[in-house]
């Protein structure tokens, strides 16, 4: 029996209420991802329909988005690590695959998650200064758009694997 989405299941334990929102998106983005790769074919992995980017780079580009903005929701800057991973997203390697793709969303968001349940809700506003220029931001508004990226990327990453799958 198929359940509702995340967001009518209730509220995430441990995550501040003012907090739910980034939670259920960003389970719901997870759910969603799965349920979208169960069956996708490795070969077509880096494959670019009509130049659009990869089924690849998403499942990359989400998890090291989701990094970085938590990151700098921490009040924290890039490490030459994270930084390293930004320049590769999107690269074909060795040893990447789906399945290692998929592990990876999955300890970013349960990362996230644990992240999300020891946020102080005193401190959502509190500025945050985003990359090298220091551009304003708030804890709250890095952590909606760390949800409302990772959705971004999900709706492109299902028209692409349709694109792929079904052409």
Do not use: C
């Not at 780079?57 to 994270?82: E, K, N």
């Amino acid at each position: 029996m198929k359940q509702p989405e995340v967001w009518m299941r209730g509220p995430v334990e441990g995550v501040p209420a003012l907090l739910q929102p980034v939670a259920h998106t960003l389970l719901q983005a997870q759910e969603e991802i799965h349920a979208l790769m169960e069956s996708f074919p490795e070969a077509l992995l880096w494959q670019q329909p009509a130049g659009v980017a990869s089924v690849g780079f998403h499942l990359q580009h989400i998890s090291g988005v989701l990094d970085r903005l938590f990151t700098y929701a921490a009040g924290q800057s890039l490490s030459a690590a994270q930084l390293s991973y930004l320049a590769e997203e999107g690269k074909q390697a060795t040893g990447i695959t789906v399945s290692s793709l998929l592990t990876a969303l999955d300890a970013q968001v349960a990362s996230a998650i644990a992240t999300l349940k020891v946020t102080e809700e005193s401190s959502l506003t509190d500025f945050r200064g985003v990359g090298r220029k220091q551009l304003p931001s708030t804890v709250m508004g890095l952590l909606f758009h760390a949800a409302e990226h990772t959705m971004r990327h999900t709706g492109q990453l299902l028209v692409t694997v349709k694109t792929l799958v079904n052409p």
